[in-house]
Every structure is written in C-alpha cells, then in structure tokens.
C-alpha cells in the first residue's frame, strides 16, 4: 500500500550526515553543516519525571542542545491556568530557538459513543487553536478510547480522521495519526489505510520505532510511506529483554543502547526525503533516578546525533 497523503512517494536521496541545527547551534557548532535534512527534537515525556515547569522543560532542552520540542496538552494547560499566556510561551520558544514540533494531547476523537467523540472533537479543537497560537504545526491524533480496532469499520475512522483534518485545516494545524505498540492503533497497515481513505492531502503519521516493534510491524512497510507525510518521528530504542510482547514504555533506552536496527530503518526513512524531526521520547524511570534532568537530555541528545549521524547519510 503506498501512502500518499502527505505526498508521492520519494526517490532514494543522497543526504549528509549532520544535525539539524538552528540559527543558535549553527554559531555554536561550526562544524554542522548550515543545511541539513532534519532536526533534533525532545518530547517532554523524555524528562516528565522530574515534574518541571513547561518554562523550565523549555529552557533546559535549549540548553542541551535540541533544535526542537514536543510539548504535552497537560503542562500547556497548567502554564495557561496559572495564568501564563500563549504569546508569552511562544516567544519563549522563539528565544530558545526551538521548534515546537508537535503537540502530545490526548483527546479521544475517534471513539464510537457519539457523545463521547463529540467531547474529543471539541478538545482537539480547542488543543489545536492552542497549538496554533504558539507557533505549532503539529498535534497527536491517537486512537485513546478504542479497546482495540475494528477492522470492519476502517472507512468509519478514515470518516472520523477526514472530519478531523477537515477542522485542522482551517486552524493551521496538522493531526498526526499516532501507532501505539500496545494499544488499539498498532498495526502500521491499519494506520495506513485510514490515512489514505480519509482522502485528504494534509493526511499524516506520528511513528516511533519503539511502539512499531512493540506492535509487531515490519519496518520495510516504512519504504511505502512518503518522508512528507512524517513531519515528526519519535526516536528511541529498545532491550532484548523482556520479549517483544511484554515490553512497557518504561523500558525504552537512549538510541544506539539496544537492538533497534538503525542501520536498517534510517536509510529507508532517508530514502523516502525524510526532512521533519526525530524526537526523543522515554519514559525510563532510572533514569530520572540516577541523574538530573539536564544530564538527561545531554546524553539523549548525543546519543540521539550519534546514532542520526552514523547512519542518516
């Protein structure tokens, strides 16, 4: 099945190995390159542990060396309740040069119960206009609600996605169909066909190459998928052990830490004109444990180049 929502599918590219810098590493860092093909980014869920202000998360990810961030729907909204306003964060951003790459939110607009989807639709408007106000282009589309997918009813959620986009479209944001490993969206072909039979061009994926194994999918099918229509892919890895099935967010390592074949995947990705933003996301708890949160985006962040610059080429 090729996707081509986002856009036709690439030829192979030849791309140099390099960060993606900002105006701020770029003076920092004279030997990257002043163009590259993609950024470095950071999703706060990489240092949720410590429970730090959005400002602080901001800040401290600038300082480490990241080109962008992925904020959750939840700091966002604490920020804004303590009276923080949109323009303020945003600017705070654009001081810190970062990209905000995508929006993690949670809204269940794709569930059945009318109801229920209505409330989802309503939230992921009101997440979206928020998004839009500081400066993102992004946000999470998942499938939270769903037990599990039903394959009968494929057309139904391509509907659902196509309504979604829809009111994306005019807000300036754009809603990424997420893949969870363990959750009801895990298999890539089903994410691929909502994708395509919502039948819109602004259609797109959020992947992680942690939650692709962790559902079992093939990262070949990834040759199928425009780098266009994957603005923002989540970067990670993971251990032998435990076994594929019983594997926990928590168990995602730095990349270059476990047995993710990188070496395999980038290429693809690099083939298809990836240009967006690999994110690094964990949730690993001993981490937070054994270091501060700035020695944990440090390390993420050169682990992250370490692996992107030896195989993204």
Request: one cysteine or more; aromatic letters at 10%.
């Amino acid at each position: 099945m090729l996707l081509t929502s986002g856009a036709a599918l690439l030829g192979a590219a030849a791309l140099k190995s390099c960060t993606a810098p900002n105006e701020k590493t770029v003076a920092e860092k004279p030997d990257v390159p002043e163009k590259c093909p993609y950024r470095i980014a950071i999703n706060a869920a990489t240092i949720s542990g410590y429970n730090l202000p959005i400002e602080e998360q901001i800040k401290l990810s600038s300082k480490a060396g990241y080109d962008g961030i992925e904020l959750w729907t939840k700091d966002i909204d604490a920020y804004i309740e303590k009276g923080g306003k949109p323009a303020d964060l945003k600017k705070l951003l654009e001081d810190n040069n970062l990209v905000f790459e995508n929006t993690i939110g949670f809204a269940q607009w794709m569930v059945d119960d009318d109801n229920a989807r209505k409330k989802g639709m309503e939230q992921m408007k009101r997440e979206m206009e928020v998004t839009a106000q500081l400066g993102g282009k992004n946000i999470a589309a998942t499938a939270m609600g769903l037990d599990k997918i039903d394959r009968s009813k494929l057309d139904i959620y391509a509907g659902r996605y196509a309504e979604l986009l829809q009111t994306a479209s005019s807000i300036g944001v754009r809603p990424l169909l997420e893949v969870w490993g363990a959750g009801a969206l895990n298999q890539l072909s089903d994410a691929m066909y909502i994708a395509t039979a919502s039948k819109q061009p602004s259609a797109a994926l959020l992947l992680d190459f942690y939650h692709l194994y962790r559902g079992g999918n093939s990262y070949d099918s990834l040759a199928l998928i425009s780098g266009s229509a994957l603005p923002v892919f989540h970067l990670n890895d993971f251990p032998a052990n435990p076994e594929r099935e019983k594997l926990e967010d928590a168990d995602r390592v730095y990349p270059g830490d476990g047995i993710c074949p990188f070496d395999k995947v980038l290429p693809i990705l690099a083939a298809n004109g990836f240009k967006g933003a690999f994110s690094l996301e964990l949730f690993n708890k001993s981490y937070w444990q054994d270091a501060d949160p700035f020695t944990v985006l440090k390390t993420g962040y050169e682990k992250s180049r370490a692996i992107l610059d030896k195989y993204f080429k």
